[in-house]
């Protein structure tokens, strides 16, 4: 078990104020995770490729009658410049952001991520290893900086990896559950011509404190039994510690909570606030996000343009709202997908799954105003140094867990019991 687990049952356990981690007390740091699920296509913003002749870009779909659908390159940023692919007609949020915010925003490209699945990828890219079993960077974070607060992370895209930190992680769900079981006048709808009304059974305090007292006593009835000082101590301790971290979390996030549309997915422009409100009320130290857009353009990759438009409106506002709270110089924003697109488009005028990808870094501690790493003609990944983020034939790939491991290390966290053999790309964060 981790030393901040022990201090956290420990402290629990003694009655006491939950502690924090005095050398991060003044200035505590904090992650925002949005995905982009299905993968999208970098050439439409942050890898453009007009001058190759190999890649099929978003000067595609330029319609040759309307003289203000064009595509252009332009350069954000006085940190070496971002360069973006931009057409204020289709995708006019995207040159809105990078006018307001390239200074606080870093381009990353090139990550290799060395899988074409939708599955096997999106787990590489989110918990930096090849294993869905284990914790996402978003939940590591949590788990570390998180000691002291109801809960760690918040999943509120539906798909993260909590993995077996899964006791300092919370998951609202899909369609906005965690509501129904948090406030007491909220719930599902009952089933069109029932004679029964939802709930069938409404808990009190009283109802919640037996269950929880019973819940404790079962934990301490089979640990002499079953604790090994191993995988069963850890499975024990975790119940125990997500006992209490379920009671702080309905005693002071049910007004959070409470904005939730019950049966219905938070858009993303939702989610961003609920993030802003969980960060800013110290709920959680991570949050993950989620586009709510379809990026898997197999039959018509034309639809990138609607998703980029939505997503940097998206991003536009989360960032805005963390400026306006004071948060920003203190979180850390990463919006990645699992991977991008093939160079050329296919039969369907769509695009298929390419093994490689872009990250959008912004806030916190982020080198901002340029970009790093870099692929060829091809939208394939270029070695780079990891220390400089240059490209460097000699140096290594940008890999998954080279971007997790770093951006740990982004976040006062050591990297090294989460990714022992992984040198971390540590060239964005000052």
């Known amino acids: 078990m981790h030393t901040s687990r022990r201090r956290f049952l420990a402290a629990a356990a003694a009655g006491l104020a939950l502690p924090s981690m005095s050398a991060r007390a003044a200035s505590p740091r904090r992650l925002v995770v949005l995905f982009a699920e299905g993968g999208w296509d970098v050439s439409f913003c942050m890898d453009p490729k007009f001058s190759s002749d190999q890649v099929d870009g978003p000067d595609f779909d330029e319609d040759p009658g309307n003289p203000d659908d064009r595509e252009a390159l332009q350069t954000f940023g006085t940190g070496g410049g971002i360069p973006i692919a931009v057409n204020d007609f289709k995708r006019p949020a995207v040159s809105g952001y990078f006018s307001r915010w390239a200074d606080r925003t870093a381009v990353v490209n090139g990550v290799w991520m060395g899988a074409i699945a939708h599955a096997t990828a999106r787990v590489r890219i989110l918990t930096g290893t090849q294993n869905q079993a284990n914790p996402s960077f978003a939940a590591i974070t949590g ?36 509501k129904a079981l948090m406030i007491d006048d909220a719930a599902f709808p009952a089933p069109a011509g029932a004679d029964y009304t939802l709930p069938l059974y409404q808990a009190d305090d009283a109802d919640r404190a037996l269950l929880s007292a019973r819940l404790s006593r079962r934990v301490t009835e089979v640990r002499p039994r079953w604790d090994d000082a191993g995988k069963n101590r850890a499975m024990l301790d975790g119940r125990a510690e997500a006992l209490i971290r379920a009671s702080r979390f309905r005693a002071e996030g049910a007004s959070t909570i409470e904005k939730l549309r019950l049966g219905a997915a938070a858009s993303l422009i939702e989610q961003a606030d609920l993030a802003v409100d969980f960060l800013g009320g110290d709920l959680c130290r991570a949050v993950t996000l989620d586009s709510r857009r379809y990026w898997d353009t197999h039959d018509n990759n034309a639809l990138q343009h609607d998703n980029f438009q939505a997503l940097f409106e998206g991003i536009d506002h989360l960032v805005t709202r963390l400026d306006e709270t004071g948060l920003l110089n203190d979180t850390l924003v990463v919006v990645v997908s699992e991977f991008t697109r093939t160079p050329t488009l296919n039969s369907g005028q769509g695009k298929d799954h390419w093994p490689h990808g872009s990250v959008l870094l912004a806030g916190g501690n982020v080198r901002g105003g340029r970009t790093y790493g870099g692929t060829d003609d091809r939208l394939e990944s270029r070695k780079i140094d990891l220390q400089t983020g240059e490209v460097d034939d000699g140096g290594h790939l940008n890999k998954y867990d080279n971007l997790a491991s770093g951006i740990l290390h982004a976040l006062d966290i050591d990297p090294g019991p989460w990714y022992p053999t992984i040198s971390p790309f540590v060239a964005p964060f000052g």
Not at 148 to 174: C, K, M, N, R, W
Request: hydrophobic share 30%.
């Open 143 to 178: 788990h570390e900086l998180g000691e002291a607060l109801p809960l760690g992370s918040i999943d509120l895209s539906g798909g993260s990896y909590s993995g077996y930190l899964s006791a300092s992680t919370g998951q609202v769900g899909y369609q906005s559950q965690i």
